[in-house]
């Protein structure tokens, strides 16, 4: 095992399911498989006895769920990348940092293109930004991941986010950008009950953020930052009735 490498270990439930990914990430370089679990309680004690640098976590386990773990394990100075077969936990899964979130059948590309993203270096960085996080627990945040950093932000400070092809370019309060590898349709699931509106195909913004709605040139928003933001025909109405809650109207 090279110093380099990350040492990696699978929790999973199915016998074939952790035998697939073995064969997978075994014909990876820089990783090390150091072991595989197949509850909850069999992970902790895993984690534990290993010290990983990266856990491949599914999320439905016999005696709980992979959340189960990441609550209960005495440290998280590790990377997660959660598997599972159903996207129904993808919201919680990003709240918890994960890298990614992989859905069965694994996609070796995907699986490639996940683990490039978990970077030895990073690590202590990950384990920086879970404690800040962990001292409130009523902040919410979530993990921004693209092929060169991971970054754990505060819902409170995205501004506003827009579609770039497969890609989401982030917006951020203080004037910080970041292109994140993943569909704006993915964020509007997470960010939609957090006080985020979808007013365009291409665009979702943080109420908080809105001075208001400009009705000339087929309708807008305006940022207090002055950006003017495209409001569709047919997410109008959402969006008014959206922002008549929020006194941006």
């Known amino acids: 095992m090279s110093k380099s490498d990350l040492k990696t270990i699978i929790i999973d439930d199915l016998?074939?399911?952790?035998a697939l990914l073995t064969a997978d990430l075994g014909a990876m370089p820089g990783?090390?498989?150091?072991?595989?679990?197949?509850?909850?309680?069999?992970?902790?004690?895993?984690?534990?006895?290993?010290?990983?640098d990266l856990v491949f976590l599914d999320i439905d386990l016999p005696d709980g769920s992979?959340?189960?773990?990441?609550?209960?394990?005495?440290?998280?100075?590790?990377?997660?990348?959660?598997?599972?077969?159903?996207?129904?936990?993808?919201?919680?899964?990003f709240r918890f940092a994960a890298v990614d979130y992989l859905l069965k059948p694994i996609d070796p590309h995907q699986l490639l293109e996940a683990v490039r993203r978990v970077r030895p270096l990073q690590l202590e960085k990950m384990e920086a930004l879970r404690n800040r996080l962990a001292g409130d627990e009523h902040r919410?945040?979530?993990?921004?991941?693209?092929?060169?950093?991971?970054?754990?932000?505060?819902?409170?400070?995205?501004?506003r986010c827009t579609a770039d092809n497969n890609y989401t370019m982030f917006y951020f309060a203080n004037?910080?950008?970041?292109?994140?590898?993943?569909?704006?349709?993915?964020?509007?699931?997470?960010l939609g009950s957090l006080g985020f509106i979808r007013c365009h195909q291409s665009h979702i913004v943080n109420a908080k953020y809105?001075?208001?709605?400009?009705?000339?040139?087929?309708?807008?928003l305006?940022?207090?930052?002055?950006?003017?933001?495209?409001?569709?025909?047919?997410?109008?109405?959402?969006?008014?009735?959206?922002?008549?809650?929020?006194?941006?109207h």
């Open 15 to 18: 016998p074939d399911a952790r």
């Open 31 to 52: 990783i090390t498989l150091s072991g595989s679990a197949g509850s909850v309680v069999e992970g902790l004690r895993l984690i534990k006895e290993v010290g990983p």
């Open 66 to 93: 992979g959340f189960d773990i990441l609550e209960l394990v005495d440290k998280r100075d590790f990377a997660v990348i959660f598997t599972t077969a159903s996207d129904q936990h993808a919201i919680q899964a």
């Open 140 to 159: 919410q945040s979530i993990s921004l991941s693209n092929a060169d950093e991971i970054r754990v932000v505060e819902v409170g400070q995205i501004q």
């Open 175 to 190: 004037g910080d950008r970041f292109l994140v590898s993943k569909t704006l349709k993915t964020y509007d699931q997470i």
């Open 210 to 220: 809105v001075q208001g709605y400009v009705r000339a040139e087929g309708g807008y």
């Open 222 to 248: 305006l940022m207090k930052d002055g950006t003017q933001i495209p409001v569709s025909i047919r997410r109008k109405k959402d969006v008014l009735t959206s922002l008549s809650g929020t006194g941006s």
